[in-house]
């Protein structure tokens, strides 16, 4: 498996950005798909964008949010823009392989109306 380090959360204002990062160690070339989650309070966590053969998205973040992977594979980017209040939540790395499948700690981002 591999381990997932994120970094980059913070508080921002309403319509600023923030871009999340998340690095691999570990078995990184087994890795197929890497891809971000949210969790607000009180709700269940839910899936915001995943980078594999192609790149999808949330409704909901579609046209704001962006993930890219650099050439290496082991560090996954979500470049958030125009952010919102309803943004705010613990956001999750994750790594998925054939076998396994790695959550990474969490970040806090804060979006103030």
């Known amino acids: 498996q591999v381990q997932l380090v994120e970094s980059g959360g913070g508080w921002v204002q309403a319509g600023g950005s923030l871009r999340l990062s998340c690095a691999a160690s570990g078995s990184i070339s087994s890795i197929n798909t890497m891809g971000w989650y949210r969790q607000a309070p009180g709700k269940q966590r839910e899936w915001v964008a995943t980078?594999?053969?192609?790149?999808d998205y949330a409704d909901s973040v579609k046209g704001r949010f962006t993930i890219s992977r650099e050439n290496a594979k082991n560090t996954v980017f979500l470049q958030m823009n125009s952010l919102k209040p309803e943004d705010t939540a613990v956001y999750y790395c994750?790594?998925?392989?054939?076998?396994?499948?790695?959550w990474g700690r969490g970040i806090q981002v804060t979006v103030s109306s």
């Open positions: 994750k790594a998925v392989s054939l076998l396994w499948s790695s």
């Open positions: 980078s594999g053969g192609t790149t």
